[in-house]
């Protein structure tokens, strides 16, 4: 089973903070496990664990941006993405654009040579510490 967790942009402070609390009371307010303060609705961005670690044992968030090394036993190009949560099919997909083309591609994918790609894939960011690597190639 999969841990449910989150962690949030804080846009005051422009940096990520771990959440302990999601506030859904009156207004959304998230409470900040490192310094329990609340972040109030509109000062952050909420990204949601996928469950999965990359090949550094990094675990992979929403928003984080991954790089993909190329190698030999998968046809898949090098590449820089950005994950991202579709409601269609309801999962985490990684987006990246390779030759003019995007290209959108499930982690729920089961078989061996999708499973090979946690072992190729880094996270190097995300895209609102690193806008300019959210681009495409």
Same mark, same amino acid.
């Given at each position: 089973m999969r841990e449910i967790k989150f962690r949030a942009w804080d846009k005051r402070r422009n940096e &990520?903070?771990?959440?302990?609390?999601i506030d859904r009371h009156i207004t959304t307010k998230i409470l900040c496990?490192?310094? /329990?303060? %609340?972040l109030q609705e509109g000062?952050?961005?909420?990204?949601?664990? &996928?469950?999965l670690k990359d090949?550094? +044992?990094?675990?992979?968030?929403e928003g984080d941006?991954?790089?993909?090394?190329k190698h030999v036993r998968y046809l898949m190009p090098d590449f820089v +993405?950005?994950?991202? %949560?579709? /409601?269609?099919?309801?999962?985490f997909v990684y987006r990246y654009t390779h030759?003019?083309?995007?290209?959108?591609?499930?982690?729920?994918?089961? /078989?061996?040579?999708?499973? /090979?790609?946690?072992?190729?894939?880094?996270?190097i960011g995300n895209i609102y510490?690193?806008?300019e690597l959210a681009g495409g190639e």
């Open positions: &990520t903070r771990p959440v302990r609390v496990s490192e310094t /329990d303060f %609340y000062e952050y961005e909420l990204m949601q664990f &996928t469950g090949k550094n +044992g990094v675990e992979i968030y941006i991954v790089q993909y090394t +993405g950005v994950v991202e %949560y579709h /409601d269609i099919p309801a999962c030759q003019n083309i995007e290209n959108i591609r499930a982690f729920a994918h089961s /078989d061996e040579l999708e499973m /090979d790609v946690l072992e190729h894939l880094e996270v510490e690193h806008p």
